[in-house]
T-cell receptor, first 111, second 114 residues
Framework: SQQGEEDPQALSIQEGENATMNCSYK?????LQWYRQNSGRGLVHLIL?????REKHSGRLRVTLDTSKKSSSLLITASRAADTASYFC???????????FGTGTRLTVIP | EAQVTQNPRYLITVTGKKLTVTCSQN?????MSWYRQDPGLGLRQIYY???????DKGDVPEGYKVSRKEKRNFPLILESPSPNQTSLYFC?????????????FGSGTRLTVV
């Protein structure tokens, strides 16, 4: 019962460029979260956006949420080589207590 | 340091030999969960726990057991492992039983069943 789907599956950019990743989901949500995973390691929580919010910022991260389109985007500005990782969106379902993760976007930032 | 600790980090075992992967958190979190991660399939939830003695199945619970006798510990038990359980396993915890807070993940356990 996968809820979130990220797009693209892989993204390669030059250092200093911006990276945009998208997430689409299927059912109504309470909130949506983004996580980062460095190769083979545990996921790290980046940002949470609630269903009544449209945009949220954290440092170089900007997240938008469009509940009418059931989609979200994660923008990383002025990317660095250290941003190379996989990025996952995670959604809950209204009335459920659990997070459901997509398959992720693999971001490579070339120095 | 606030963290979720999983052990072991790597494990190779044979089919049918019972094993336990331990998970412990030091943040007094109510909610704990186990996920497995496989290429092309993302993270799939195995079991979760809302509090001590309260556990429930996730999306892929077959072949696994869990227990929550203490708030801090949430071990994952494979009573008779099979090769299709070869995977990367993650334990995660969260402050409350709703999804109002981010999850804190352990470093993962890479299990190979031969």
């Amino acid at each position: 019962s996968q809820q979130g789907e990220e797009d693209p599956q892989a993204l390669s950019i030059q250092e200093g460029e911006n990276a945009t990743m998208n997430c689409s989901y299927k059912t109504s949500i309470n909130n949506l979260q983004w996580y980062r995973q460095n190769s083979g390691r545990g996921l790290v929580h980046l940002i949470l956006i609630r269903s009544n919010e449209r945009e949220k910022h954290s440092g170089r991260l900007r997240v938008t949420l469009d509940t009418s389109k059931k989609s979200s985007s994660l923008l990383i500005t002025a990317s660095r080589a250290a941003d190379t990782a996989s990025y996952f969106c995670a959604t809950d379902k209204t009335g459920a207590n659990n997070l459901f993760f997509g398959t992720g976007t693999r971001l490579t930032v070339i120095p | 340091e606030a963290q979720v600790t999983q052990n072991p980090r790597y494990l190779i075992t044979v089919t049918g030999k019972k094993l336990t992967v331990t998970c412990s958190q030091n943040m007094n979190h109510e909610y704990m969960s186990w996920y497995r991660q496989d290429p092309g399939l993302g993270l799939r939830q195995i079991y979760y726990s809302m509090n001590v003695e309260v556990t429930d199945k996730g999306d892929v619970p077959e072949g696994y057991k869990v227990s929550r006798k203490e708030k801090r510990n949430f071990p994952l038990i494979l009573e008779s492992p099979s090769p299709n359980q070869t995977s990367l396993y993650f334990c995660a915890s969260s402050l409350d039983t709703l999804t109002n807070y981010g999850y804190t993940f352990g470093s993962g356990t890479r299990l190979t069943v031969v």
